[in-house]
Nanobody
């Protein structure tokens, strides 16, 4: 059974940084695509960053240059380093694993990120 557990969310002032972590169990993240999504109140869920199994990355325009997705295969953990945070980055952030044509297969429980102005 695959499980994803996120951590690292919290409250930070605008301009600050946070690093989210997502540790997987039941599978090796190195052989799967991984991603981070976010959803703010009243808004649609947004794909923020993707890291493929062959180490290709892709980012939403809204976070390019500020967020970095990475992976530690030994720890079976994927990270989202978030710098220069803005109030509009406030959302629940979800880790996802294994992207298919009809969507992502596995989702974490989400972690709240709040950026104050």
């Amino acid at each position: 059974q695959v499980q994803l557990v996120e951590s690292g969310g919290g409250l930070v002032q605008a301009g600050g940084s946070l690093r989210l972590s997502c540790t997987a169990s039941g599978t090796r993240i190195s052989i799967r695509s991984t991603g981070w999504h976010r959803q703010a109140p009243g808004k649609q869920r947004e794909l923020v960053a993707v890291l493929t199994s062959d180490d290709m990355t892709n980012y939403a325009d809204s976070v390019k240059g500020r967020f970095t997705i990475s992976r530690d295969n030994a720890k079976n953990t994927v990270y989202l380093q978030m710098n220069s945070l803005k109030p509009e980055d406030t959302a629940v952030y979800y880790c996802t694993l294994d992207r298919r044509n009809d969507g992502w297969i596995y989702w974490g429980q989400g972690t709240q990120v709040t950026v104050s102005s």
